[in-house]
Antibody, heavy 125, light 106 residues
């Protein structure tokens, strides 16, 4: 059974860097698939932040790209998020997720298959 | 960017009701659309992928339809555990985007 668990500080000061780690159990990241970060401001909707392949190739949301770095550590079966120069607008619940994809058929199939429980990060001085 | 809209933003319904939620894309996305359910304090859960394919383990009262720009999620007979917020997501573009959500409450 695949499980994901986010970890990191729950409080970050404005202008500093938010750092979170997602630890995966029940599946080896190096076996494949993409691994992503999604956030949800309190009372609002979902925003995709970016995704990383086990090889290290990344896709970022262009609106956050200048501030985001996602990396993977296959030896620890973890992937991480860094978001720099944070402001109060970055206050949100941050989720990590496994992104399933299958391109073998006529249509691509892709979706966030397994999610962590989420961790609230508050940006405040 | 592909913008996703949903209607209504919220609705009130009763157990046993048939509920339909609409999702619209700003451009054609073929059938590259997923639906998720989220309950308060919980992570989203996949219900439907590829517009109309039911995820394993999801009750058959959930169904999805549509292609191009217009999609619907239907709950044939609303159950107490279905009161939640529902999001559509497009995967046509590598810049993944979600709809703003539709909250179903009593």
């Amino acid at each position: 059974q695949v499980q994901l668990q986010e970890s990191g500080p729950g409080l970050v000061k404005p202008s500093e860097t938010l750092s979170l780690t997602c630890t995966v159990s029940g599946y080896s990241i190096s076996s494949g698939y993409y691994w992503g970060w999604i956030r949800q401001p309190p009372g609002k909707g979902l925003e995709w932040i970016g995704s990383i392949y086990h090889s290290g190739s990344t896709y970022y949301n262009p609106s956050l790209k200048s501030r985001v770095t996602i990396s993977v550590d296959t030896s620890k079966n973890q992937f991480s998020l860094k978001l720099s120069s944070v402001t109060a607008a970055d206050t949100a619940v941050y989720y990590c997720a496994k992104y399933y994809y299958d391109s073998s058929g006529y249509y691509r199939i892709e979706y966030f298959q397994h999610w962590g429980q989420g961790t609230l990060v508050t940006v405040s001085s | 960017d592909i913008q996703m809209t949903q209607s209504p933003s919220s609705l009130s319904a009763s157990v046993g009701d048939r509920v339909t939620i609409t999702c619209r894309a700003s451009q054609s996305i073929s059938s590259y659309l997923n639906w998720y359910q989220q309950k308060p304090g919980k992570a989203p859960k996949l219900l439907i992928y590829a517009a109309s394919s039911l995820q394993s383990g999801v009750p058959s009262r959930f169904s999805g339809s549509g292609s191009g720009t217009d999609f619907t999620l239907t709950i044939s007979s609303l159950q107490p555990e279905d009161f939640a917020t529902y999001y559509c997501q497009q995967i046509y573009s590598k810049r993944l985007t979600f709809g703003p959500g539709t909250t179903v409450d009593i």
